[in-house]
Structures are given as structure tokens and as C-alpha cells.
């Protein structure tokens, strides 16, 4: 799009919660761009080193600013206002993208916007799905959160369910790392379930019988361990596609059933998935199943808009201007920042 064909507010977003450095571009609620650089530094470790973090983002933040708006079509001089996350996240990883959007703020005379992280995961089902109106049910399912949440309006979030241990898209990443897939987990184990039988090995499924809409999938990565443990290198590369599908069935259902009970006990018919375990190819077909059966719309975000993405996060702060509520640049980092905070 060419700059003199812009038209209503820009928006430039800033994500850097935790290991990819993101830089998104939103023009009166429109994606221009979204450049995202997922750093690769953690892959020998088995997940996320914070120290690590925090130095590439340093690193990468100017130059996928610069990709960002020449991707846009968009001078800085152009932009409205700067978003970025201020939390939950690592704090260092935080830090840094919250002191960039500061010093870039404040030299080109902009408003600052802090985001929530997780409210923006929320949001970003709206970028591609018009039809999607409050209130609505949010599954959200990613490396750090897995909740179920009620959006009854912009800014009106209850937290119905989430989980007591470990997340879903964090068990994902541990059961990779006994199976020696790589970083991050919930990829590699999608392909490879495809190939496998998910009745192969009886995984628990968490917390089912709670009478609530909380999680628990710490039992279930224990129970993987236990399974794994007695392998020799032949017999578990033999039996990756049962491990890997017998696991992941486990998850979606765990998943698929809280979410049925919040749908019966709330009456909401529409629902969004939300956060980077909803690219999983199984729950996608599992949730649209669900759809069909309970006469419940589903809506999920692009895949791009699953991860952690500076898209996400610009039109969150969009959607802030467009309100007029601008705080103000006296904020910091919140690692524990919740969708429920003020």
C-alpha cells in the first residue's frame, strides 16, 4: 500500500514477551505488516534461555523495525502511536522491548500504549474475523498460559478456567524435549502424531473430573516420562508416532472437554481459540468438530497471528487509541501481568 493511500490511525506494535522479536504494523484496524524473527539461539537447550533472550532482542529490534514499516509502506512519521507488551512475559525479554518503544516514543513525540500480552492473543481473532462479536468464550492455549476466558466486552475479561501446573503448549515442549524432537515441542510432535495411533499408550487426562474448567497436565508429561523411560534409542524412535499421538490426543481432549463444559454452563455459542497451541492441526479439527455438534461457531486466528507477533500486539494498541485510552508512559515490565489486571 502506497503512503498516500493511508487512511484512519497507525499503529506500530512491539513484541518482545518472550524469544521472538516482532515488529507489526496496523492501519485503521488493517495488518499492513507483520515481520517476525523467531530466535534459534534456544534450540540446543531444550527451550527458552532468558539472558539469551533478552541480547537477541537487542540485537534484532532496529532492523525488524526497519523491515516492519518498509514492509508497510509506512514512514515513522506517519505512525499515530507505538504499542507494545508490556506484560506477562520474561522480565529481561519484557524490558526490552518496553525501554525501545519508550526512546522511540518519546523522540517522535508519539503516545506509548502498553499491551497486555495475553489481551492481545484475545484480540487478535478479530483481525480476519469480522462476524466474531461479544460476548464470546476464548480458549487460550499457549507456551506460558491455558485459560479459559469470557470476553463480555473490550476491556471485560473473566478468567473461568486455567490450568494449576504446567500449560499446554509447555507440556508440549517438555514431552519434545524426553523425545529429543527439538524447540519448540508442539511442530515436531503435531507431524509425527499424524503417523501414529492415539490409542497406542493410555495417557491420563488431567483434572476431567474436577467439576470445574481448570487444567492440569503435569501428570499427563510425568506419565509420558514413565512411558519413555524404559526405551532403548530403537525402540522409542520405533514408537515416536504412538507416543507422539497418543500424547497429543490426550491434550485436545483434555482441552476439547473443559471447553464443552464452559460452553453448556455459560450459554455463549461463539468461541475463539487463541495462542500458539491453536496452529495444532488436531485441535483445529477437534474444535471444529465441536462446533458442529454443540451449534457453536469457532474462529481462530491466522496461523501468523498464533504465535507471539507485533501484529497482535499493534492492533491491540489500535484498538486503545481508537478508545482514547492512552495511559501515559509510566508504566514498566509486569511478568506477571494478568488478562484480569488493571
Not at 140 to 162: A, K, M, P
Not at 258 to 273: C, D, F, P, S, Y
Not at 275 to 283: E, F, H, K, M, P
Not at 307 to 316: E, K, P, Q, R, Y
Request: with cysteine; glycine share 10%.
Amino acid at each position: 500500500m502506497s503512503e498516500n493511500n493511508k487512511t484512519g490511525q497507525i499503529v506500530l506494535g512491539i513484541e518482545t514477551s518472550c524469544d521472538e522479536t516482532s515488529v507489526g504494523v496496523v492501519s485503521d484496524g488493517v495488518v499492513l505488516s507483520n515481520i517476525i524473527a523467531s530466535q534459534q539461539v534456544h534450540s540446543a537447550y531444550g527451550g527458552v534461555v532468558p539472558e539469551m533472550a533478552s541480547r537477541e532482542h537487542e540485537r534484532l529490534l532496529a532492523y525488524i523495525l526497519d523491515t516492519a514499516l518498509e514492509s508497510a509502506g509506512v514512514a515513522l512519521g506517519q505512525v499515530d502511536g507505538i504499542a507494545v507488551t508490556a506484560g506477562p512475559g520474561l522480565m529481561g525479554s519484557l524490558l526490552v522491548g518496553v525501554s525501545f518503544a519508550k526512546g522511540l516514543a518519546l523522540r517522535n513525540h508519539l503516545p506509548v500504549l502498553p499491551v497486555n500480552h495475553i489481551e492481545a492473543h484475545l484480540l487478535a481473532n478479530f483481525i480476519d474475523n469480522p462476524a466474531l462479536q461479544y460476548p464470546f468464550l476464548c480458549l487460550l492455549v499457549s507456551g506460558g498460559h491455558t485459560q479459559i476466558i469470557r470476553v463480555e466486552d473490550y476491556g471485560g475479561y473473566e478468567i473461568l478456567g486455567t490450568t494449576v501446573d504446567d500449560a499446554a503448549g509447555e507440556a508440549f515442549d517438555k514431552v519434545a524435549r524426553l523425545l529429543d524432537l527439538g524447540y519448540p515441542g508442539g511442530p515436531y510432535i503435531d507431524t509425527h502424531a499424524r503417523e501414529g495411533r492415539a490409542d497406542a499408550f493410555d495417557f491420563p487426562r488431567g483434572m476431567l473430573d474436577s467439576g470445574d474448567l481448570n487444567f492440569s497436565f503435569s501428570g499427563l508429561k510425568t506419565a509420558v516420562l514413565y512411558a519413555v523411560k524404559p526405551l532403548d534409542a530403537g525402540e522409542r524412535q520405533a514408537q515416536m508416532p504412538d507416543l507422539c499421538a497418543s500424547f497429543q490426543q490426550a491434550v485436545v481432549e483434555t482441552l476439547e472437554t473443559k471447553l464443552r463444559m464452559a460452553v453448556r454452563e455459560t450459554g455463549i455459542r461463539q468461541v475463539t481459540i487463541a495462542g500458539g497451541v491453536a496452529a495444532n492441526s488436531q485441535l483445529r479439527q477437534r474444535m471444529q468438530q465441536m462446533g458442529d455438534e454443540a451449534d457453536v461457531e469457532i474462529f481462530y486466528p491466522e496461523f501468523e497471528y498464533c504465535t507471539d507477533n507485533g501484529a497482535m500486539i499493534a492492533f491491540a494498541g489500535w484498538m486503545a487509541l481508537e478508545r482514547q485510552q492512552i495511559p501515559g508512559s509510566y508504566f514498566t515490565a509486569r511478568p506477571r501481568l494478568s488478562i484480569s489486571s488493571p
